[in-house]
């Protein structure tokens, strides 16, 4: 598809055009982005989901007992829903396109953005008034509305040192500002995006409320910085050390000279400004998975020649929900496939299958050292058996 070609999803804009003018820039409010739009489950099968073991779920109380915006964390038991009073509480339940197919399928809507960059999509149900108090993300958000209405109040950018309300498990505003024109009800199937670091308010104004979050990650300064050196330091070589051959005698042998301190600095960026590492630090920190513990590594090795047996008789492999894949070329032949924070290198066509939505059948033999990877994308749990996870899902 061309980047130029107008996308209803995106109000008749293209991708080249929201890409320019709206992506981590300003906001934009797509009425019917979804037009008739279906929710994929319920506010009770939502609820039912936050009961799970495992399942990342929050409750948030705007007046609880213990005092104002009170955060319960799951799993919950269903009881504590008939416990809740008739307004003004939210429940968040974080990846949910992990545990739904269905909500996952909405992930390919937005095949205009690059998937590695993707997070979740989280879904949360709200009463009449139910919110979160105004706050700011540090992350991009398409926000669709899949039941109910919401209404959505935006403030702006807010600077990083905004102050928050003490004293409580949320990040809330002390001051929210409503920007003249941006205040809006959302139906089912309209969608808002906001950038990083806008004040937004949004709160329930039905009892059916549904909003789902579709979220883009990237890492902070601080994260990279350390996430990079600590990938660089298992790659160094001991010898590679601070040198300072050639240098003048110090007039001090106590002072730290300017020449000392620019002899460190060539150093260190001299060891950091590599691509080649750097790529492939980059591929293994964006396709790391959001829950470690949800890959389940085959306590068996898989042989190839099993798997290439299997295939052939007409099974078929799927990416485990969850699983993040990305890839890289080398050069015209090879790339580096990056799957679940590992990293391998095998033919570029394989690699670009296995990062793609196609389905990885016994077509995919063709294509030289597949059995091999397939394997070992198996044993990791990056890869499930289609029949056999369909299976633990109906059991579930």
Known sequence: MSSDAPLPMLGGLSAADFLRDHWQRRPLLIRGAFPDFECPLTPDELAGLAC?????????????????????????????????????????????????????????AFDFLPRWRLDDIMISYAPPGGSVGPHVDQYDVFLLQGMGRRRWQLGGLVPDDAPIIAGIDLRILE??????GNDWVLEPGDMLY?????????????????????????????????????????QLAASLRYSDAGMAAPGDPAELDDEAVARMRRFILGTLDDPARLAQWFGRVMTQPKYVDQLVPNETPTAPEA??????????????????????????????????????ECALPLARLLASEAPLDAEALAL?????????????????????????????
């Not at 906001?194 to 902070?220: E, I, K, Y």
């Open 368 to 396: 030289p050292g597949a059995p091999e990877l397939l394997a070992a994308l198996l044993d990791a749990g990056s890869l499930a058996w289609a029949d056999e996870f369909e299976a633990d899902e109906f059991e579930g």
């Open 52 to 108: 799970e073991e495992g399942v990342e779920a929050r409750l948030v109380e705007e007046h609880g007992e213990g005092g104002p915006w009170q955060v319960r964390h799951g799993p919950f038991d269903e009881t504590v829903f008939g416990t809740l009073p008739e307004r003004d509480w939210t429940l968040l339940v974080q990846a949910v396109d992990h545990y739904v197919p269905e909500v996952a399928e909405l992930l390919e």
């Open 307 to 344: 798997l290439v047996a299997r295939l052939q008789e007409g099974a078929e492999l799927i990416r485990s929900p969850g699983s993040r894949f990305a890839w890289r070329a080398l050069d015209e032949q090879d790339a580096t496939l990056f799957a679940d924070g590992d990293g391998a």
């Open 175 to 180: 001051c929210f500002e409503v920007e003249a």
């Open 194 to 234: 906001l950038p990083p670091g806008w004040a937004h308010h949004g709160v329930s104004q039905s009892d059916d409320c549904l909003t789902l979050s579709v979220g883009f990650r990237a890492p902070s300064a601080d994260e990279a910085i350390t996430s990079f050196a600590d990938y660089l330091g298992e």
